[in-house]
């Protein structure tokens, strides 16, 4: 039975980043291009990034072109997606699948992020 679990997910500052991993199992992961998708309440799944199965091809999205980067450890049958300057509008559930994503969808992952910064403290002496 393939199963695919994804992690990595959570709370980030705008600007700030992230490593999402996929973790696959039941199937011959090197065999398969692989990609992410994610998706906001009200709205379709969207495509986000894709690997060819040797990892030597990736492509992506216009709206993460530059910011994020695939990969995959086929010895691990992991697929990951390392987040770079994470902006609000990348708020999401994250997925896995194969592409085109044929696989049952995993329990994704939730990436939620804070528009606030971590701040910097200000201190006054008189």
């Known amino acids: 039975q393939v199963r695919l679990v994804e992690s990595g997910g959570g709370l980030v500052q705008a600007g700030g980043s992230l490593r999402l991993s996929c973790v696959a199992s039941g199937l011959t992961f090197r065999s398969y291009a692989m990609a992410w998708f994610r998706q906001t309440p009200g709205k379709e799944r969207e495509f986000v990034s894709r690997i060819s199965g040797s990892g030597g091809i990736s492509g992506y999205s216009d709206f993460v072109k530059g910011r994020f980067t695939i990969s995959r450890d086929n010895a691990k049958k992991t697929v990951f997606l390392e987040m770079n300057n994470v902006k609000p509008e990348d708020a999401a559930v994250y997925y896995c699948?194969?592409?085109?994503?044929?696989?049952?969808w995993g329990q994704g992952t939730q990436v939620t992020v804070s528009p606030w910064g971590q701040g910097t403290q200000v201190t006054v002496s008189s």
């Open positions: 699948n194969r592409d085109p994503p044929t696989l049952t």
